[in-house]
């Protein structure tokens, strides 16, 4: 069950809540009024108690005397006394902000009229139209004003001002602005643009410009790449992009603005008038390669090639600059009544500091093309034609494209215009010439063809000679080779023999030396030898006798030799000398052992001989 003391003890807070939810209307009950930190107040005076101002003057929308009405004086933040809600009524509002990147542009509901032929407000001191009160003692006049409210957060009194946004101007690197004023003076009679005003900065100091009599409408001069705080109500800024000379070309300006200038070109020119940089005309000095920031309405600029041109009279057949497009191939007529088509290319050449000139003359490059180059060439090639059959003329190409440079860079020179070549390109005969000509080339080349043909049957000939006398070539180079290499074996044993000759004669001459040398030594070595035994064999035989001496050594022979010394059968004889009767004892047992064994007898002969001695 709910207790009653806890509703008791809520409903002591009830006062409490009440005061806190509605301190505003008891506040207010009271005269006081609370304005938020980011908001004012605007004050709605109901009525005027006392005083002899209580209404607002004809017109007027914003009191600034105490009128009933909307008040010029805003209420801060903050706390105010004093304002009876049965006298007051307070409006409160948010304060204004305009962000980053834009801007306010302001329309007045109070302010003085503007004058006629004016459309903008002028610009008084506000504080950035946060004072109304300032701006309406000062001056201010009512509708759209010069004037503009930069990003920030402002204290706008929204009953005396109505303030747009809008982003800010921005000119793109590649762009130029191009300005168009909505106020200010009329242009002079004549005049397509407002000329240069300074010390306006660049159109955002709108009071600046009307003040140093700036014309409305489109403007000479422009706003390069940047941010700009322009009011719309002011100027609109139209972006185009920046003029660019290319390479190999320079700009010739036109000026359609600017003080009238003095021809510069001298007497002996009478084709043009050009004037210097800056007034209205044909510049005398054009732009070199590059993008200058130019107002596309008030000067043109035309590109001049400083290259060489080629120009093709041909069908269907154009350079990538396309000032031949519209030419075609040459029709001419020779003195035999041939007609026939001829193709011819140009090469021309427009110098910097003449390109000026040819603007001014011709006012572009085609007219150039189109009002010199196609009737000066086109009518020389027709003239030469008519002097010259079909044949003639194609046979003589070469003396025809000599003649006709020389005569086209003469007539060129009068324009400035310097020639640089002519050339003959397809020259199309007649069919009917053509197939004359036809057929006696083939006729003729039948006849070259023949003698070409014979020629070759001799050549061939020819080749099978040398061919046959190629394929025996190899057996005689053979022969050849064998013969040489018989001769050089020939020659290689004689030289072989002779040195083996050389070499032995050489060899028994060494031999023959060293025998005798040999010889001579063992000769003497034997005699030396020979006389020191027979010395020793005296001495012996004369010491035991020459018979005792010999039977001695017989017997150290046959000793030495095994055979026996005492024979088998011993032969007597008559007794006297023994010892020759034992050595032929002896001798004839050698005998016949030695027969036995097979023996040589020279050798044993040569053993008896030496022993004898």
Avoid at 341 to 349: G, K, M, T
Avoid at 414 to 438: C, Q, R, S
């Amino acid at each position: 069950m709910f207790d009653l003391n806890i509703l008791l003890n809520l409903l002591y807070f009830v006062p409490i809540i009440i005061m806190i939810v509605c301190y505003k209307l008891i506040l207010r009950g009271f005269g006081v009024i609370i304005i938020p930190e980011d908001s004012i107040g605007l004050v709605n005076k109901k009525f005027v108690l006392f005083g002899k101002n209580k209404t607002l003057p004809d017109g007027a929308i914003i009191a600034l005397n105490g009128e009933a009405g909307w008040q010029s004086d805003q209420l801060a933040p903050g706390i105010h006394f004093f304002k009876w809600p049965w006298q007051y009524e307070i409006k409160i509002e948010k304060m204004f902000t305009i962000p980053a990147g834009k801007i306010g542009y302001v329309n007045a509901k109070d302010g003085k009229s503007i004058d006629i032929g004016r459309i903008l407000g002028k610009k008084v001191t506000c504080d950035t139209f946060q004072d109304a009160r300032a701006f309406l003692i000062n001056g201010g006049e009512r509708g759209q004003q010069m004037g503009i409210v930069p990003p920030g957060t402002y204290r706008i009194h929204t009953i005396l001002f109505n303030v747009g946004i809008c982003d800010i101007t921005e000119v793109p690197s590649d762009k130029v602005g191009i300005v168009y004023v909505k106020d200010g003076q009329p242009l002079p009679k004549g005049e397509i643009a407002g000329k240069e005003i300074i010390g306006h900065n660049s159109f955002q100091d709108a009071q600046e410009f009307i003040n140093s009599g700036g014309f409305k409408g489109r403007q000479e001069q422009v706003i390069m790449a940047g941010r700009y705080f322009i009011n719309p109500y002011f100027a609109e800024i139209e972006l185009v992009n920046l003029t660019e000379v290319p390479i190999a070309h320079v700009g010739v300006v036109i000026a359609f603005v600017g003080e009238e200038g003095e021809d510069v070109t001298g007497v002996n020119f009478q084709h043009a008038n050009m004037v210097n940089k800056g007034k209205k005309g044909v510049w005398t000095e054009p732009y070199d390669p590059g993008r200058y920031a130019i107002n596309p309405y008030t000067h043109k600029v035309i590109n001049v090639p400083t290259q060489n041109v080629v120009l093709n009279w041909a069908n269907d057949k154009s350079e990538s600059h396309k000032l031949d497009e519209k030419l075609c191939s040459i029709t001419v007529r020779s003195c035999d009544g041939f007609s026939f088509n001829l193709d011819v290319s140009q090469i021309i050449h427009i110098p910097r500091n003449y390109a000026p000139l040819v603007i001014a003359q011709f006012g572009s490059v085609e007219n150039l093309v189109t009002q010199v180059l196609e009737p000066i060439i086109g009518n020389y090639f027709r003239n030469a034609a008519q002097g010259s059959d079909v044949i003639t003329f194609l046979t003589e190409r070469q003396t025809r494209q000599d003649e006709a440079k020389q005569k086209i860079n003469e007539a060129l020179n009068t324009y400035h215009v310097g020639a640089v070549d002519t050339l003959i390109g397809d020259i199309t005969p007649p069919e009917e010439l053509m197939k004359t000509l036809k057929d006696r080339q083939i006729a003729t080349q039948q006849k070259q063809t023949f003698a070409i043909e014979r020629e070759a049957e001799e050549a061939r000939k020819e080749l099978q000679q040398a061919r046959a006398q190629a394929d025996t070539q190899a057996k005689v180079v053979d022969a050849e080779r064998k013969v040489q290499i018989a001769d050089f074996d020939a020659q290689s044993a004689v030289k072989k023999a002779n040195g083996d000759a050389a070499s032995k004669t050489i060899n028994a001459e060494a031999d023959a030396k060293v025998l005798i040398v040999t010889g001579e030594a063992e000769g003497q070595k034997i005699t030396a030898i020979g006389k020191s035994e027979s010395e020793v064999i005296r001495l012996k035989t004369v010491a035991v006798g020459q018979n005792n001496y010999s039977s001695i050594e017989i017997a150290k022979a046959l000793s030495n030799s095994g055979f026996k010394l005492v024979p088998d059968i011993v032969a007597g004889g008559n007794g006297s000398d023994n010892g020759s009767s034992l050595i032929n004892v002896l001798i004839g047992n050698m005998i016949h052992e030695k027969m036995k064994t097979g023996q040589n007898i020279e050798v044993l002969n040569k053993q008896t001989n030496d022993t004898k001695i």
